[in-house]
């Protein structure tokens, strides 16, 4: 089996990043980490722009100002999500099915607080962008990340997250839809997460498949009072076998308090096993409601977490559309507080895209994705990584046939074959697999 340090420096697909021009970029990294910022200075800014607008409208199609930007795009802000790798591991390990999706659940909540202090929006990816990164996790084995702008009307992100040797899979979708509500903004989480432990099977021996849908996202107090962000409605957790439905609380106008949340872990009979309660940007605890005698316990305290944070390649091993590279100068912009050079920037990418789109329009040629591949009608999401990544025990050739997909470790060049489209990508690796089993 190749060994691990051949399968980094290996070729990917795609277009060599030394063919584009220097001037766009050095070779220091983009600081993308805005955690600590607590910026309202524009809110003047944003009172004149939202005073022409009509409650329920689409923001989608709103140029807003840069200063409620964050510093990463919509494609780097879903690895939030990720960044408690040894949570999601405890979880695999653990025997015990019940114990099991409560673990899974602890994990998915564990991420929701790393966010901006200030009311902050990521950067809205255009089409064809993509971000890759990994983790070095402690217990020496490595985390991938991918994903792509599959859709522009409705935005739409894909990605693709994989611990080989652990044979965790995870793969979603997330489509924010933007509204104005008056003194509040808010996104509609649509989409979905899909979550595998690959060696363990089901009823029906398949992988045991979590589904995890997400809380909408309120931004408050845009006409008036202070400006925050609220978490509301509801996640819904399922698996074989149980689920749980969390309700994310928002204050109301007289009553109530911020981030509050209560769910009830149950099964498919509706049988009542734990109760969780807390704040999402707080502590979070857990109920044994199976014990009269239970009282409430610590599930997860945000306070005390220590967050893993992705690596990404250096800059001048990007491509001309990998969301750090694309974004550097806005993201820059935006660290030196300059919103003039930042709407510049800002303009220029969306102006770009708006000619690319009008001649696509013009030529009658239909977008297609690089790396994600259009779902099959019995699947669960709108787009799922091109490339089949072998369900063995061979951790190796799954981390092999991970970095063929896009360049994600440093070292890793580009080739010609990722500008294919993923449709035709996948139909000739299927091609290839149907081949192989006959001579087989």
């Not at 602890?106 to 255009?126: E, S």
């Not at 993201?331 to 690319?356: F, G, M, N, P, W």
Request: aromatic share 10%.
């Amino acid at each position: 089996m190749m060994p691990l340090s051949k399968l980094k420096a290996m070729s990917v697909h795609g277009s060599s990043a030394s063919s584009l021009s220097k001037d766009l970029y050095s070779d220091g990294p983009v600081d993308t980490d805005d955690l600590d910022e607590n910026d309202e200075s524009g809110q003047n800014i944003l009172l004149n722009i939202i005073s022409q607008l009509k409650p329920g409208c689409d923001l989608s199609r709103i140029t807003l100002p840069t200063f409620i930007l964050e510093k990463k795009s919509m494609l780097e802000r879903i690895t939030n999500q990720l960044q408690f790798p040894d949570l999601i591991l405890d979880a695999h390990n653990e025997k015990d099915k019940l114990q099991r999706f409560v673990k899974v659940v602890k994990w998915y909540l564990a991420g929701w607080h790393i966010a901006p202090k200030a009311v902050k929006k990521p950067l809205n990816p255009v089409l064809g962008e993509h971000f890759t990164c990994y983790w070095d996790l402690p217990n020496k084995q490595q985390a991938f990340y991918i994903a792509e702008q599959t859709s522009h009307h409705p935005p739409e992100s894909a990605y693709f997250y994989m611990i080989p040797e652990s044979r965790i899979r995870v793969d979603g979708v997330c489509i924010p839809k933007s509204r104005f509500l008056g003194n509040s903004t808010a996104a509609m989480m649509a989409g979905l997460t899909v979550l595998q432990f690959l060696d363990l099977t089901d009823s029906n021996g398949k992988p045991e498949k979590y589904t995890l849908s997400q809380p909408n996202m309120y931004a408050r107090g845009i006409l008036f009072g202070k400006m925050r962000i609220e978490l509301g409605d509801h996640m819904i957790i399922k698996s074989p076998d149980y689920e749980i439905d969390i309700d994310f609380k928002t204050k109301g106008f007289i009553s109530g308090t911020y981030d509050a949340i209560a769910g009830t872990v149950k099964d498919k009979n509706g049988k009542e096993y734990y109760e969780i309660t807390g704040k999402w940007n707080d502590v979070m605890y857990i109920k044994d409601l199976t014990d009269k005698n239970s009282r409430k316990t610590i599930l997860f305290d945000t306070h005390k977490s220590k967050v893993s944070k992705p690596k990404v390649r250096p800059l001048n091993e990007q491509g001309e559309y990998e969301s750090r590279r694309l974004w550097k100068k806005v993201i820059e912009a935006l660290a030196a507080r300059d919103h003039e050079v930042a709407t510049e920037e800002k303009y220029k990418i969306e102006s770009y895209q708006r000619e690319l789109a009008k001649k696509r329009v013009e030529d009658g040629v239909e977008f297609h994705p690089k790396l994600f591949r259009r779902a099959k009608p019995e699947e669960d999401l709108d787009y799922y990584i091109y490339r089949k990544i072998p369900n063995g025990e061979d951790y190796e050739e799954q981390i092999k046939s991970i970095l063929e997909i896009a360049p994600i470790l440093p070292g890793q060049q580009f080739t010609e074959k990722f500008a294919i489209p993923a449709h035709k990508k996948s139909q000739l690796q299927e091609k290839e697999l149907s081949k192989t089993s006959r001579l087989e």
